[in-house]
């Protein structure tokens, strides 16, 4: 099947006619208009009665005053203008039903409008990017985290809200993309503006207003909305080593979406690692938006720089200063010969005065004392630190103590005294996950999972599982 075919075929032919013609910004208007009409959250019955439809096309077309348009189609030429609003709103409404915008239903007596579902979902779409709004970073992070917490907790209940995570992730990340673009366009624009106000204005109404984000402020403040960031990574890392609830996801996929058994796993790992690489990426885009975001204050502020080096205000005093000396003799008024040893107009010029520097006083430099606490707190970090290491010889080691000369062990029979005891058992489970450093210690031991979740030295609560000791690799040991 063409691809290009399953998109147009759900639209009209001549649907963006009436937006790429001499008259789209009428039609642009008006549409936004019927937006407001057609998308009430009021609205019960999606047929609007025509007379309605045609007179909020009469409103708009009051409201943004028309007073030229062009001609459009084989019925009409250029001297045939028309006279009222009544007839703009009759080429418009016809115009838009020729076009396939607006469908007419007759019922009895009356005709009523309304709108197909892909006509109406294209004006969803463009009317969203005609309002462009601020985005929230907290929201959507918050929006992952319930989703993905309803998820794990329920899988075979409400595993479907993993893919709306992974939804709001993609969405949140096509804005993140949209914003850097946003900023390298209004860069270009405003580099390629000669007028310092139309720089300074251009930066507020489409930077300050249409780009920037709600909260971008709180990104370095405690209430960070990234500070979540960790935890959405830590609880996709546990789902992916925790086959039973991917399992479970994937039954779950199965019966919503009506998919095979590989097409529903399939799809779960899609959406697990599709939020792992956009939250793990975060940091790097966010970077380059400020980048941008550096270089575009920049711009303004030496804008703004310029415009104060000027004067404001100079043209009006040199006006007044004018008007004045019109007024007197011309025997009164000295001649000037020469601008180098004289004050232009005056001895002490039309410019203000520049403002007296003030002498920074010298100050004593005193090197600051670290308190004995804090360094003591650095210390004890660096010790607990140390404890919740990761070390291949310490797991082995657990390992051979747990054993204990045996050949299977079960995960009740584990025991954690400590710390590092608990570091040890939380990747005995994960051994593979460790990578070449513990290629030696996997070969060692084989772990097998149960269907089962178990209590282990009243710490942890994980899945049951029974590990083995491969004799052979040990005695060759």
């Given at each position: 099947?063409?691809p290009?075919?399953v998109?147009?075929n759900?639209?009209?032919?001549d649907?963006?006619?009436?937006?790429?013609?001499?008259?789209r910004?009428i039609?642009?208007?008006?549409?936004?208009?019927l937006?407001?009409?057609?998308?009430?959250?009021?609205?019960?019955?999606?047929?609007i009665?025509?007379?309605?439809v045609?007179?909020?096309?009469?409103?708009?077309?009051?409201?943004?005053?028309v007073?030229?348009?062009?001609?459009?189609?084989d019925?009409?030429?250029?001297?045939?203008?028309?006279?009222?609003?009544?007839d703009?709103t009759?080429?418009?409404?016809?115009?838009?039903?020729?076009?396939?915008?607006?469908?007419?239903?007759q019922?009895?007596?009356r005709?009523?409008?309304?709108?197909s579902?892909?006509?109406?979902?294209?004006?969803r779409s463009?009317?969203?990017?005609a309002?462009?709004?601020?985005r929230?970073?907290?929201?959507a992070?918050?929006?992952v985290?319930?989703s993905l917490?309803?998820?794990?907790?329920?899988?075979?209940?409400?595993g479907?809200?993993?893919?709306?995570?992974a939804q709001?992730a993609?969405?949140?990340?096509?804005?993140?993309?949209?914003m850097?673009?946003?900023?390298?366009?209004?860069?270009?624009?405003?580099s390629?503006?000669?007028s310092p106000?139309?720089?300074?204005?251009?930066?507020?109404?489409?930077?300050?207003e249409?780009?920037?984000?709600?909260?971008?402020k709180?990104?370095?403040t405690?209430?960070?909305?990234?500070?979540?960031r960790?935890?959405?990574?830590?609880?996709?890392?546990?789902l992916?080593?925790?086959?039973?609830?991917?399992?479970q996801?994937?039954?779950?996929y199965?019966?919503?979406?009506e998919?095979?058994?590989?097409?529903?796993d399939a799809?779960?790992?899609q959406h697990?690692?599709?939020?792992?690489?956009?939250?793990?990426?975060?940091?790097?885009?966010?970077?380059?938006?400020?980048d941008f975001?550096?270089?575009?204050?920049?711009?303004?502020?030496?804008?703004?720089?310029?415009?104060?080096?000027?004067?404001?205000?100079?043209?009006?005093r040199?006006s007044?200063?004018?008007?004045e000396?019109?007024k007197k003799?011309?025997a009164?008024i000295?001649?000037?010969?020469?601008?180098d040893?004289?004050?232009?107009?005056?001895?002490?010029?039309?410019?203000?005065?520049?403002?007296?520097?003030?002498e920074t006083k010298p100050?004593?430099?005193?090197?600051?004392?670290?308190d004995?606490?804090?360094?003591?707190?650095?210390?004890l970090?660096?010790?607990?630190?140390?404890?919740?290491?990761?070390?291949?010889?310490?797991i082995?080691?657990?390992l051979?103590?747990?054993?204990?000369?045996?050949?299977?062990?079960?995960?009740?029979?584990?025991?954690?005294?400590s710390?590092e005891?608990?570091?040890?058992f939380?990747?005995?489970?994960?051994?593979n996950?460790l990578?070449?450093?513990?290629?030696?210690?996997?070969?060692?031991?084989?772990?097998?999972f149960?269907d089962?979740?178990?209590?282990?030295a009243?710490?942890?609560?994980?899945r049951?599982f029974?590990i083995h000791?491969?004799?052979?690799?040990?005695?060759a040991r």
């Open positions: 099947m063409d290009i075919s998109l147009f759900k639209l009209p032919d649907i963006f006619l009436p937006l790429s013609g001499q008259n910004h039609y642009e208007v008006v549409l936004l208009e937006a407001d009409l057609f998308f009430d959250e009021d609205l019960i019955d999606p047929f009665p025509k007379d309605l045609r007179s909020t096309i009469e409103n708009a077309v009051v409201r943004y005053g007073r030229r348009w062009a001609a459009e189609g019925d009409e030429n250029e001297n045939d203008i028309p006279l009222s609003s009544a703009y009759n080429r418009i409404y016809r115009r838009l039903v020729q076009t396939g915008w607006l469908e007419e239903e019922r009895i007596y005709t009523y409008v309304l709108l579902p892909a006509n109406s979902y294209l004006l463009l009317t969203s990017i309002r462009l709004e601020k929230s970073y907290g929201g992070v918050l929006n985290l319930s917490e309803s998820a794990i907790a329920d899988p075979e209940g409400r479907i809200t993993l893919a709306e995570a709001t993609a969405d949140f990340s096509a804005h993140l993309t949209d850097l673009l946003g900023l390298r366009e209004l860069k270009i624009t405003l390629g503006s000669s106000q139309e720089v300074v204005r251009g930066f507020f109404d489409r930077f300050v249409h780009i920037l984000v709600s909260d971008y709180t990104l370095k405690k209430n960070n909305p990234f500070r979540f960790r935890k959405i990574l830590a609880m996709m890392r546990d992916q080593f925790d086959p039973l609830k991917v399992d996801l994937s039954e779950h199965q019966m919503q979406y998919l095979s058994a590989d097409e529903a799809l779960v790992q697990i690692n599709r939020i792992i690489r956009i939250f793990e990426s975060v940091d790097q885009r966010l970077a380059a938006i400020d975001r550096y270089q575009l204050e920049k711009r303004v502020a030496d804008t703004v720089r310029y415009m104060d080096k000027t004067t404001p205000g100079m043209a009006a040199l007044r200063v004018i008007a000396l019109a003799e011309n009164e000295p001649v000037l010969s020469t601008l040893e004289v004050g232009f107009l005056s001895p002490s010029s039309v410019r203000s005065p520049i403002r007296r520097r003030i100050r004593i430099i005193t090197q600051a004392e670290i004995p606490k804090v360094l003591e707190l650095r210390q970090f660096k010790e607990w630190k140390e404890r919740r290491e990761v070390k291949v010889d310490r082995e080691a657990y051979e103590e747990q054993f204990a000369g045996r050949s299977e062990l079960n995960a009740t029979e584990f025991r954690i005294d710390i005891d608990y570091i040890c939380s990747y005995v489970r994960h051994l996950s990578g070449k450093k513990a290629r030696k210690t996997t070969e060692r031991y084989q772990i097998k149960e089962r979740y178990v209590n282990v009243d710490m942890v609560e994980c049951g029974v000791r491969n004799t052979g690799t040990h005695n």
